[in-house]
């Protein structure tokens, strides 16, 4: 047994100083290894990381993915215009109404940018867009992108990034309780996806508002929860055109679904809640809600222009 012993001892220790003599170390695969800069990649340094501490995240990440859902990336032409958009009509409309510094301290330090829907049959719903903590927003079918249509980029895209951001504003500072009064007892969580109207593209002016808007809410998703309520009213209020809020007031007027008859009616509760809305803005952010609006609806008009400039800049980082 000693000899054994012995012997297996002896060849252990020749094993061990061949090996050790003769691996190549390589290096380590736990390093992540650096990517060439693009231009595109120059000029999101540019107009994102630098001026806002934001990284500006188009290559998706499996890390940083739901993977819940079935998603797959932007597409490179997508990405570029939904990062040129992104700062003229949401980082550069705060800039210019409430100061320059203002999302340095307060916006967001990633927009992560996925190519299609999170979608969940189960609920008929989709995920347009979400806000983890105040730090990354994350938004979705970002390949259906069309530069030139306002009304289709507004509804799945512009009033998402607004109503994304006011999540991170209402984290920071509360919103009045009282807004969750007016319309106490009509939140669904659970089912307000049947008070929406499937017969009609999401961004049409006119559209069946009558499940939702006579109870005080301007959206089926703004009757899921007050919170929800609260984000949905401001977003929607700066990216909707004065055609489409009229059409929801005429309807908010009406009789409820189940014939209820709202104090003051929906159509004045939805004012109400405006107002509070813009109470709360200029008190606790020094944001005026109507210049915000008027901001992004001046700009609106020039959005072929604006992507046509960010082209440009990026082409000259190459």
């Known amino acids: 047994m000693k000899k054994i012993l012995t012997g297996l001892l002896l060849i252990t220790l020749i094993f061990s100083q061949t090996s050790c003599s003769e691996d190549e170390f390589t290096d380590s695969i736990f390093v992540e290894k650096s990517v060439d800069k693009t231009a595109f990649d120059k000029w999101l340094d540019a107009n994102y990381l630098e001026p806002y501490n934001l990284d500006f995240r188009y290559r998706m990440q499996d890390a940083g993915s739901n993977t819940s859902y079935n998603l797959v990336p932007t597409k490179l032409e997508k990405s570029e215009e939904m990062a040129i958009l992104a700062k003229y009509l949401w980082f550069d409309v705060y800039g210019e109404v409430v ?20 979608y969940n049959p189960n609920q008929r719903t989709r995920i347009l867009g979400t806000a983890e903590g105040g730090i990354k927003v994350t938004l979705y079918d970002c390949n259906q992108l069309q530069a030139d249509n306002i009304a289709f980029n507004n509804e799945y895209y512009f009033h998402t990034m607004h109503h994304e951001f006011m999540h991170i504003l209402h984290q920071q500072k509360a919103y009045p309780k009282e807004f969750e009064t007016l319309s106490a007892g009509y939140y669904d969580p659970m089912y307000w ?15 069946d508002h009558s499940q939702y808007a ?49 104090p003051g009616t929906g159509a004045g509760i939805i004012e109400e809640k405006i107002n509070i809305c813009k109470k709360w803005l200029l008190e606790r952010w020094d944001i005026n809600l109507d210049s915000l609006r008027q901001n992004v609806r001046e700009r609106q008009l020039h959005v072929n222009e604006a992507v046509e400039k960010g082209k440009a800049e990026i082409d000259s980082y190459k």
């Open 99 to 118: 100061n320059e510094d203002f999302l340095k301290y307060y916006g967001p330090r990633m927009i992560h940018l996925i190519g299609s829907a999170a």
């Open 193 to 207: 996806q049947e008070r929406d109207d499937d017969s009609t593209p999401q961004e049409a002016v006119i559209r």
């Open 214 to 262: 006579p109870l005080g809410f301007v959206s089926a998703y703004a009757s899921s929860q007050p919170r929800e309520d609260f984000v949905e009213t401001i977003s929607l209020y700066i990216t909707k055109s004065d055609d489409w809020w009229n059409e929801l007031l005429r309807q908010a007027a009406l009789p409820g679904p189940n014939g209820e008859t709202m």
